[in-house]
């Protein structure tokens, strides 16, 4: 890296093993090291890990979070997108200039026969005894060897694939029925910035509906998005059951809403499908004290015919239809009709079924 610490040669001549949108296969790389030329942002770089056994090398961007943190982008050979680095235990190069492998293939077999034909003019000229001379044949080999090594970038062997995991961006969410909202939380470390968020719903409501949902980004990683009401009737118009001989005696069925998202960052796209399930219920009814509670817990209003039975004297003292709106409360007050003991009713359709829930009330 480019804080001095570790000193590592401070120019490349590196053979690209493979190929991407920055560096074509078997092109020759020309880099200079980093704690002599620090690579600027969206600059290409050729990046080394350093490993106990090897040092495996590739090509990537240098790009510069709004933080002001450097990571290296290892884009795919197709698109634009690819794999963010972190600068830890890494050699960086930036690169000056790529030479293609048919130029620099051919200037060394250019170089190769030179050398081979100032060998043979030299065994020629009578030049033997000093060629057999052990010291002699040892020191052509090293700058044989040398020059090889800084010309095809034999200085890093290994040009393997890396083998290392990288931060990549990971997601919480939680879905609330009773504000029919679905909230998400995007962990983008220091690596990513979220720009934009975008989700839709793709149900088939109807040919004119617009299957976008409101899409607010409340923090630069928090994400809040709202399930509008039509979307429940449209799922509750296509559960209705068909009447079946045995109804249980709690109605559950379970119900799901798939979401789309698309979260454009600084660095690419990140995309991921929520299923936000909840389920239709039946109503609850509850009391305390004098009061009988009724709750609608379902996202769609449902209308009951309230009857309130004087069971001492066997008479209805009170019936009445009751419009309850989506997850909502009303409360039914029997100290109005005095003491006595009462029975309320409420009968109700829930997908299809008639359905009915008793309370029993004493009022003294």
């Keep these: 890296m480019f804080t001095g610490k570790v000193f590592y040669f401070p120019f490349t001549f590196t053979v690209a093993s493979s190929s991407n949108s920055v560096v074509s296969q078997w092109d020759l790389i020309v880099g200079v090291a980093g704690y002599i030329l620090k690579p600027g942002n969206n600059t290409l770089v050729l990046t080394c890990l350093r490993e106990a056994w090897s040092t495996p090398c590739f090509t990537g961007v240098y790009v510069v979070n709004s933080n002001g943190k450097g990571f ?3 884009p795919s050979s197709n698109n634009n997108h690819g794999v ?11 690169i000056k200039a790529t030479i293609p492998h048919i130029i620099w293939t051919s200037l060394l077999a250019v170089y190769f026969t030179i050398i081979l034909i100032v060998l043979v003019k030299s065994v020629k000229e009578g030049y033997k005894i000093v060629l057999r001379d052990s010291r002699v044949l040892s020191l052509a080999i090293l700058i044989v060897l040398f020059v090889n090594s800084i010309l095809v970038g034999a200085v890093y062997v290994d040009q393997s ?4 995991s990288v931060q990549g961006v990971s997601v919480k969410w939680s879905f609330y029925l009773e504000n029919s909202t679905l909230l998400v939380t995007l962990d983008l470390g220091d690596i990513y910035t979220l720009e934009s968020a975008m989700c839709n719903h793709k149900l088939q409501v109807d040919n004119t509906s ?7 980004i409340t923090s630069s990683n928090i994400i809040l998005v709202t399930i509008p009401g039509y979307i429940y009737e449209y799922l509750y118009n296509k559960t209705i059951l068909e009447p079946i001989p045995l ?7 379970y119900a799901t809403i798939p979401v789309y998202c698309e979260f454009r960052l600084d660095k690419g796209v990140f995309q991921v499908t929520f299923i936000t399930e ?3 219920r039946d109503l609850v009814v509850s009391v305390r004290d004098t009061l009988v509670e009724i709750y609608n817990p379902n996202p769609i209003p449902i209308e009951a015919k309230i009857f309130i039975l004087d069971v001492e004297r066997g008479r ?3 019936s009445t239809s009751m419009y309850f709106k989506p997850l909502s409360v009303i409360d039914l007050d029997l100290s109005v009709y005095g003491a006595g003991k009462y029975r309320v009713l409420a009968q ?4 299809g079924l008639g359905r009915s829930r008793v309370a029993y009330v004493e009022v003294s």
């Design 247 to 253: 109804t249980p005696v709690n109605l559950s069925v």
């Design 278 to 280: 909840f389920y239709w």
């Design 72 to 74: 290296i982008l290892v």
């Design 316 to 318: 209805v003292v009170n």
């Design 348 to 351: 109700y359709t829930l997908l």
């Design 161 to 164: 694939t890396p083998r290392y």
């Design 84 to 94: 963010l680095y972190t600068l830890n235990n890494i050699i960086i190069y930036s």
């Design 210 to 216: 617009n299957n976008y949902l409101e899409t607010r």
